[in-house]
Each structure stands twice: as structure tokens, then as C-alpha cells.
């Protein structure tokens, strides 16, 4: 088998060491990665003892992957990220459980006076739909000034409090119990492409909180960097879509016109497999005479390598 030396990808190169600035004293900065498309499409063919073919062979092999949740491959590409962010923006996001983590530890080091405050036209209103989120309603300037001015001033006093302890020779792990969720925190944190993934879906979500979004969006853009065919594949099948209910498909099921749907299919762009596939996730018969040549197919490779790079890998899928 062909071997391959350790993958260089000059798009994310130029974004190593790199701060993007996050909110106000945030950010994120890709500090190191290990593999991107190349090292996927090695991993998934690694039974057929093949590497990396031509862009639009490999472009479809990473979309048939991820299509169907052939996700080992993925897990190949590595990215460690040196993160700053407020605590309660870290609080959620240490949810994510298949991350390595190293914190600034506030026993061993001062903290530094920097809180976040929200910018004006991040100060919302609670929805009164759901009890943890926010609403699109305008909140008056007013009262926008004074929630910053009274969470400057409650900052402001904290981190003198806890200044002032640590001048009396109070322990810092005892100083710093009163210090607000605004206050800054920086970790380390090293993440598989696939769980990265799992990530991007919930924090790039509209549901998700604008502080963390924002933090999402940025990774995101080391993501594309470092595998820009993987993500795309991410953004057309996870990141952009969605996922019915068995309830929901049959009152979908039992609106659409067949014959419309296959024209409308017909004329969307999609390779022949990807209409195929559709009708069977509808669970639905394409109408007789609607059917076409093949035409344009996926790689001759695409299908038989994906299937068994899966059939290695089925074991060790799964969501985490």
C-alpha cells in the first residue's frame, strides 16, 4: 500500500496560530491539525490499499460517507484549538465529552479582570416559549444601557473583592469562589473531525445561544480549512438538514404528487443515486415512465469503497 507523509493542507497552514477574535475579549486559534480530506479518503480505502484519487472522486466519496453515516473515516482528522471564552459560554461547552481538555486552572494562576459584556444588540428579552432561550423582540435602549451598565458594575465590584482577598494572602482557590460566569476563561481542547461535527451541529444551530454560536461559527472556519470537501458534505447533509419523524413523513408521504416530485427531482441537479435515494427515504416508488438513464454517476469507486470501508468500521460507529 502506498503510504502518505503527514498531510499539509496550505489553507489551514495559513490559519494556524491565527486568533480569531470572538465576542469582546474572546477567541478561537487552531494551534495544531492532524489530517484533512486526503487522510479520509485513505482511511476509507484502505481495503482496496488505494489513496487519494482526483478531487471529484474523492469529493464524492467523502459526501457518500457522510451521507450515510459511515463516520470512522472522519474520525481520522484531529484539530487542537486554544479557545478563550466566559465560563458560562464553557459551562455548555464541556457538554461535549469526547474532547481532550486542559483549563487555566484558577488555583494555580490570578485571573485576569476581563468580562464579557453583551454589545447592545445582544441584550434580549427571555421567551416566554422556551425556558431556555431568548427573543428576536427589540429590548429599548434603555433598558439596554442600564443591564450593561449593572453588569459592568457587578463585575467591576466582584473582581475588586477578589483582588482584595488575594492582597489579604487568601488562598486563590478560596478567593476567586465569587468571581461571576462572565469572567474569561481559556482551555485547550483537541477534538476528532467527527465529534467536531456532532459539535458544529448543536452550536451552529438557531436554537443555540448567540454568545456560543459565535464561537461556533469561527471554528467552523478552521474546519473548512483544514477539510473543505468534508465539510461541505457536513453542511449539505447535517448542518443544513433535517430529520422527520415517522409521523411527520406519512402526512408528508400522503401530500406529495408523485409525478411532480419526480420532475422536480429530475430537474434539481442531483446525481441519479442521490434521486433513488430520496424515493426510498420517502419510502415512496418513483411513477413508471418517470425514470431517466443514469447519466451522470458517483465515481465507479465511490460506492463499493465506502461500503466497505463501513463494513471495517461498523463496529466503532455511532454517535457521540
Request: aromatic residues 8%.
Amino acid at each position: 500500500m502506498r503510504l502518505m507523509a503527514r498531510i499539509s493542507v496550505p489553507a489551514a497552514d495559513d490559519l494556524l496560530d491565527q486568533r480569531l477574535d470572538v465576542l469582546d475579549h474572546g477567541f478561537v486559534r487552531m494551534v495544531d491539525y492532524l489530517g484533512g480530506d486526503a487522510r479520509i479518503v485513505q482511511s476509507a480505502r484502505v481495503s482496496y490499499g488505494e489513496g487519494t484519487k482526483t478531487v471529484r472522486e474523492d469529493r464524492a466519496l467523502i459526501d457518500y460517507l457522510l451521507r450515510h453515516r459511515h463516520t470512522s473515516p472522519f474520525e481520522q482528522v484531529i484539530i487542537t484549538f486554544h479557545v478563550k471564552m466566559p465560563i458560562f459560554v464553557a459551562r455548555q461547552w464541556i457538554r461535549h465529552r469526547t474532547a481532550r481538555v486542559n483549563e487555566i486552572s484558577g488555583r494555580y494562576s490570578v485571573m485576569r479582570d476581563e468580562f464579557y459584556v453583551p454589545s447592545p444588540d445582544a441584550v434580549r428579552f427571555q421567551s416566554e416559549a422556551n425556558k431556555q432561550g431568548s427573543t428576536d423582540v427589540e429590548v429599548p435602549e434603555a433598558l439596554r444601557e442600564r443591564v450593561i451598565a449593572a453588569l459592568r458594575a457587578d463585575q467591576q465590584r466582584s473582581f475588586g473583592e477578589y483582588e482584595a482577598l488575594l492582597d489579604d494572602g487568601i488562598a486563590r482557590e478560596l478567593a476567586r469562589v465569587n468571581l461571576p460566569l462572565a469572567l474569561y476563561t481559556e482551555m485547550y481542547w483537541q477534538i476528532d473531525l467527527n465529534n467536531l461535527f456532532h459539535f458544529l451541529r448543536l452550536r451552529l444551530d438557531w436554537h443555540a445561544q448567540y454568545e456560543i454560536r459565535a464561537y461556533g461559527d469561527a471554528m467552523a472556519r478552521c474546519v473548512q480549512a483544514v477539510a473543505p470537501l468534508a465539510f461541505e458534505a457536513f453542511e449539505e447533509h447535517v448542518l443544513h438538514a433535517v430529520t422527520l419523524s415517522r409521523s411527520e413523513l406519512d402526512a408528508l408521504r400522503g401530500a406529495l404528487d408523485p409525478a411532480r416530485l419526480a420532475e422536480t427531482l429530475a430537474a434539481s441537479g442531483l446525481r441519479r443515486t442521490r434521486r433513488q435515494e430520496v424515493w426510498r427515504k420517502l419510502g415512496m416508488t418513483e411513477p413508471l415512465g418517470m425514470t431517466e438513464p443514469l447519466g451522470m454517476t458517483e465515481p465507479a469507486d465511490a460506492e463499493p469503497v465506502a461500503a466497505a470501508a463501513a463494513d471495517g468500521a461498523r463496529d466503532g460507529d455511532g454517535d457521540a
